[in-house]
Structures are given as structure tokens and as C-alpha cells.
């Protein structure tokens, strides 16, 4: 992501920011220094920065994770192309301002006295917050019921697969899928909040919001020196993710390549909504938390090791631990890019939490990324702790280039 | 209906009748972008006299401590337009269209119509305005005054079969006669003292008020919760009286395109998104579809109405409302049966979402109305 420029025009943004020249630095230097310690020291700074929205990769992918999350499934509801493209031009304007640190449109609060404002306005006032709006488009935006959609079905890319089912899956259908989605990721929540209903109001008449989700927790980092934050199940887990300064593993493992037509500098995004089972967990005794993970609960080593980071022993650990399970050696080299954030939806009326792991994961293809890794996990230890309750398979185009627009390669 | 607060309305003094007095009136654009107007707890300073005739912004301040109401009163004291519920520390811009002549400004703290006032000129004359919002207003009038005397005429048989404890007949009249009413409910809702009386909804009285519940919905619920209304015969005449009085009122109202016509149009599918949509509107008989029809036929109206001139000045607009009055339209279809629809209740959760987005898909463009006609 070197070479960007920022979008955010620092006299229009929703307030000053201090240090905002040094937001393309951040952006275009990328992570190896640290971008969450940075974050919680400078407030005002790179907190508060903006992400650039332009690119030859889309925002959100390999950049430091957000602490928060918006993600927000649509079904499209118009047979119209045209209608379809007009808003997608619509989404992408508005996407460029607020990842910037603007309001859409004319604002909140200027305007027509007699016509409800541009903007909805709750968002005036606070920093850009690395919000980032990444797009992906569904299987069933291209064909549905074994029929065309909007001529597309010819450019669905073969990687962008339906998902076989796997063991233990349980998946809630208004809860999954969608022609549509987007990721919006903020250090504030009331940012990326701001964004979705934003998205979603500028689609009435297009689009439907199918479903949505909300995280309030990190729960993977893509800057390699940075802590791995804990899931709710107080493990560090995805310790050896995919970070923005690996850009050949980037090249090799998330980014689609040359060959895979419009799809090409984009990437395959896997979300699954894991619930876990959270009461009977904390009941199970550290040795086997311990040994179902494969790593210290404490320091996050794995097996007889000593720091987070050591490289893991898979040999040593018990045989259906997640982390042996899930660790590239034992899939063939496979690798993937998490991004997930935990999530607590209040309380499911029989007095447990609703809540989980948002997973979310980036490949260059799913059949050699999320696919094997999740079917070698069928005799994963933690199965008997979680269940995979929602899913959604999108294709995340590449970067939007100056003047182009969400989409602009598949509708080409 | 669904107000926060229904019974407390009809304490309030009869709603003033018009908004905006003349209809269309495009007149000259402030050049200072509006007259300020500063209100405090016991004052109220214009900063300007002197006015034009025309479209004209005041933007009023509140300094004080207390709720201010603004009101532009005409020579015999009648009130030409008021904004309420300016909060201390804020500030409104209120366009109101002023032909030449005398008024006083005034500012209640504490909304109680009372406060002190200043005398304001206008004078010139406000520009023509597009003839067709004016035609559109006029035959919208004729439309509201029709539409009233529908839901009375319907209303009244249903009363008699409630009088004559005829309860099969009286649910099969019940819904038939609320369709006049929901279609103009943005215009009955105008007379604050009646719409409470007529059409509240249990779930949104305060304890307090559930004595003084009368309407409709009340005999809703006597006919599918309670099976019999024995002893509600004099709900059902006043019913009938309240409707008569809010028809004896409407030749003296004037009503507006932008915020009358417009707005009203835009608050019929609110009540569809909120109402309807929801099954709130009616929870007893579930008789919503129908509600739901009304409104949107209502609001179809006077896009009808407006349509010329919204082609004219927003193509685009117009496209996006006819499709998506249509596909609203196409939507309910597939929910008749016999004259009416089916019960709510047996709507399931698919075909509800189905129709939450179509309302969002037409209440979303259906808000730019205001502004294009407002130009």
C-alpha cells in the first residue's frame, strides 16, 4: 500500500487533527513499528489518522487491525444493472468522505431546511479512526437459483466457491450469505457504525441490509511484533497471522493473482460467526484448556515453549489441539489472513452470553486457504466448545483506483 | 397513530390550521440567508421589521432557559405558522411564506401561546409561484375533504352494528372504516386535539390517560379481545362526532405543498415503518395490510398530485418513485384476499422483511420530495 495518498482534506474533516500529515507516513511506511501502542499513546494522531481509500489493495485486508467492527451483509433487490452501478458509484463517494474523516454529501447539519440531511451526523466530531470500508461481492450477486444475475454469472471468479458443508456447522441462513458485504473497521465503534447505516441508507431501493454484526474486540493483529490480543476464551490464538510488511507472503497467500482476472490485487474473504459456548468453558480446568488450544493460557507459548512467539513444537502437542490442527504445517503450507473480533450479542434468554468469535479470514483462494484449514479442523479439541453458526464467502475486489469506482472491474 | 404522548395533545389549543399561507409561493431568497430572531425567557428581539413578502427564513435563537415556541400571528390574532419545542442553547431556521400585510412575531417560554411579541411589516408581493403546486394543493384539499367523508360514511355503519351488539358484522367494518382516515392521516393529525381521541392505541397511553381512552381502538379491542361491545355503544357516537367535528374545521384549512403535501406524504410511510410493518398498528383485529394500503395510496396521491413538477425538476426522483410505489404496490398483491388482505398475524417473518424493504426502499426517495418541490 505504498504510494497512496491520503483523501482526507484536513480543512473539510470533522475536526482538526493534530498529527494528520503523518497519516500517509503510517499508511505508506506500514506496521513494523507498532501501529496499536502508537495508537493508545497519540489519541489525536494515529488514532485518530485516516486510512487512505484508494489503492491497488483495498483498505481493511492488511492493514492493523481496527478495534472495532461493523460488518454488514445486503441482498440486492432491483433487476436493474444500471441502478445497481449508480449506487455502487453512490457507496464509493461516500465511502472516500468518511474514511477521510468527512461527512457524506453535504454534511448533517447544511443543506435544505425541508430535506433530511445528507449525512445522519453522528459521527461529527470524531477523527477519521483508521476507519476502513472494504467491499465484497457474494456468489449469489452473480448467479441465483441456477439463474444469471445482471450478466454476471460468467465473471464469477472460480475461486469464489459456495462453501461445502463442514462437520458441527449449524448455520443460521439470516445470519450468512448475501450478494454484498462490507467490512467497516474503526477505533471507534460509533465510527464504523456511522459508516454501515450511512451505506445502507444511501442503498434503499437497491439494496437490503440481509444481516450484520458487530465486534467489540480484536482478536488478531497484523502487525508481527505487536501483542496478540486474547479471544474470549482468554487465548491468544492466530499468534503467527499474516502481517502488512510480509508483502511476498502477502503476494503468495492473500492477494489474487495476475491470473485471476478482475479479481486480480483483491482477495477471497471467509466470515464465519462462531459461537461459543462460553459457560461450560470456564468451567473446563486450565490443563485442558491448555491442551485443546496447544499453547499457555499465560503467556500464550506454545507447548513447551517459553514465549508467544517461540515456533511451535506440533509434535509435542496432543493431536487434535487447535493450534497443531490449524498450523500450516499440518495443511500443506496453507495460509490465511485473520481479522476477526469477538462479539457478545447480550444474552440468548436461557442466561448465557451470545457470544463468539466474528471470524474473519483473507486469501488469494479459498479452496487452498480457509477450505483445508477448516476441514483439518473437524477433530479439532475445541469443537466441543464452539459451533460455526453463520457464514459468508465474498469476493473483495482490488483496490478503487482515482476515478474508478467500487465494482468498476466486474461491471466492466 | 403512534405519538409519545397521546392524551396530553388534546389539552393543547386547536393545532394551528395552516402552515404555510400561500401555496408555492417562491418568493425572493433572503440575501442575509435569514432574519434572526433572539428569544429569551421573557423577550423576543427580531432583527428586522421590515420584511419582504415571500418565502422567508427566520432563524430563531433560544437564549433562555425554558422550551420556546415561535408563532407569526395574523391581525386577528390568529396564528399564521409556529415552530414548537426549541430547546434552550438551540437554534431553527423556520421557513415561513408571508404574503404582504401586519403581523406579530411572537415567543412563548414555556409553550403556552402566551409571550412577548413583536409587530413585523411585509409588504411587496410574493412572486406567483408554479401555478400546478398551487392546482395540486387545491385539488389535494377536495381529495382530504373526500376521503373524510368516506371514512364518516363508513364509520357510521360500523357504529350501528356495534350498536346493535352485532359483533361478526362489526369486525367485518371495522378495517373498511379507518381507510378514509389513513389515508389523510398526516392532515387529521394537524387537528392535535382530535386525532388522539379518535385513533390512540392502548400500548401508548400513559396510566393516567387509559380513563379517558376512546376511538377506535378501543372498540378494536372490545370486538377481538373482549368478543362483545355491550356498553360500548357511546364510544361508537363519539366516534362519529369527533369525526363530524374534525370535517367541520377542514374548509378553513390551508394546507401547504411542501410541508402539508410533501412532508405528509413522507410521514404516511413512516407510519408504515413504524406502525405497520410491525403489526403495532393493529394488535387486536390485525387488520394492518389494510392500514398499511391506505397509507401508501394516501401517499401515492399526492405524489400523483406533484408529479409534474417533480418531473420536471428531479427526473431522476420521479424514476425512483415510480418504481418503487410499484414495487410496493406489486408487494401487497400478493396479500389480498377478498376485498381486504390477510391477517397480519399469518404473515410471516420472509414476507415481512420483504415488505420492511420495500417501505425503506420508497420512504428513502419519498424524503427528497419536500426539497424538489420546495424549490
Known sequence: ?412 | MRPVSVLALAGAAAVSMSLLAACGGDGEADAAGGIAVTATDDSCEVAKTELTAGKTTFKVSNKGSKVNEFEVLKPDGKILAERENIGPGTSVDFVVNLPAGQYKVLCSAGQTGKGPSQNVTVSGKAAGGDQRLAQATADYKTYVIGKLDDTIGKTRKFVDAVKADDVAKAKELYAPSRVGWETIEPVAEKFGDIDPKVDAREADLKPEEKKDWSGWHLLEKALWEDGSVKGKEKYGDRLLKDLETLKSRLPGLTLDPVNDMAGGAKELLDEVATGKVTGEEEAFSHTDLVDFKANVDGAKKIYDLLKPVVQERDAQLAKDLDDNFAGVESLLKKHEKGDGYVSYDKVGKGDRKDLADAVNALGEPLSKLAEVVAK
Open chain 1, 1 to 412: 500500500m505504498t504510494g497512496e495518498q491520503a483523501e482526507a482534506r484536513p480543512g473539510m474533516s470533522r475536526r482538526r487533527m493534530l498529527g494528520f500529515s503523518g497519516a500517509s507516513l503510517l499508511v505508506g511506511a506500514a506496521a513494523g513499528a507498532g501501529l496499536d501502542r502508537v495508537a493508545s499513546a497519540d489519541e489525536d494522531g494515529a488514532a485518530g489518522a485516516a486510512i487512505a481509500f484508494r489503492g491497488a489493495h483495498q483498505a481493511g485486508i492488511a492493514t492493523p487491525v481496527q478495534d472495532r467492527l461493523h460488518f454488514a451483509a445486503f441482498d440486492v433487490t432491483t433487476d436493474d444493472r444500471d441502478r445497481l452501478v449508480r449506487m455502487l458509484k453512490e457507496w464509493t463517494d461516500a465511502a472516500a468522505a468518511m474514511t477521510a474523516g468527512r461527512p457524506v454529501g453535504n454534511g448533517a447539519a447544511a443543506g435544505s431546511p425541508v430535506a433530511p440531511p445528507d449525512d445522519t451526523g453522528e459521527a461529527v466530531g470524531l477523527p477519521p479512526s483508521r476507519l476502513t470500508l472494504t467491499i465484497g461481492f457474494g456468489p449469489s450477486l452473480f448467479e441465483k437459483d441456477g439463474e444469471d444475475r445482471f450478466g454476471l454469472r460468467a465473471r464469477r471468479p472460480a475461486a469464489l466457491v459456495d462453501l461445502p458443508h463442514f462437520p458441527g456447522d449449524d448455520l443460521d441462513p439470516d445470519r450468512g450469505g448475501g450478494d454484498i458485504a462490507v467490512q467497516a473497521c474503526a477505533d471507534d465503534p460509533q465510527v464504523a457504525v456511522h459508516a454501515i447505516r450511512n451505506l445502507a441508507r444511501i442503498g434503499f431501493g437497491v439494496v437490503a441490509v440481509r444481516w450484520s454484526q458487530l465486534g467489540f474486540g480484536k482478536t488478531s493483529s497484523t502487525t508481527p511484533d505487536a501483542q496478540t490480543p486474547r479471544n474470549l476464551f482468554g487465548f491468544k490464538d492466530g499468534t503467527d497471522n499474516l502481517g502488512e510488511s510480509d508483502k511476498a507472503l502477502l503476494d503468495e497467500h492473500v492477494w489474487a493473482g495476475k491470473g485471476d482476472g478482475w479479481m486480480a490485487g483483491g482477495s477471497y474473504l471467509v466470515a464465519r460467526r462462531i459461537r461459543m459456548h462460553i459457560e461450560t468453558w470456564d468451567r473446563t480446568s486450565l490443563r485442558e484448556q491448555e491442551d485443546i488450544f496447544g499453547r499457555g493460557k499465560g503467556e500464550g507459548a506454545p507447548v513447551g515453549r517459553e514465549k508467544e512467539r517461540d515456533k511451535p513444537v506440533l509434535a509435542r502437542m496432543k493431536p487434535d489441539a487447535h493450534v497443531r490442527l490449524a498450523h500450516p504445517d499440518s495443511n500443506h503450507g496453507a495460509r490465511i489472513l485473520r481479522r476477526g473480533y469477538s462479539f457478545t450479542d447480550g444474552s440468548d434468554g436461557l442466561g448465557r452470553l451470545e457470544a463468539g468469535l466474528f471470524f474473519i479470514a483473507f486469501q488469494s483462494d479459498p479452496r487452498k486457504g480457509f477450505i483445508p484449514v477448516q476441514q483439518s479442523l473437524a477433530t479439532d479439541a475445541l469443537n466441543e466448545y464452539i459451533q460455526h453458526v453463520g457464514s459468508g464467502i465474498y469476493a473483495c475486489p482490488p483496490g478503487v483506483r482515482e476515478g474508478g469506482h467500487w465494482g468498476d472491474g466486474l461491471f466492466a
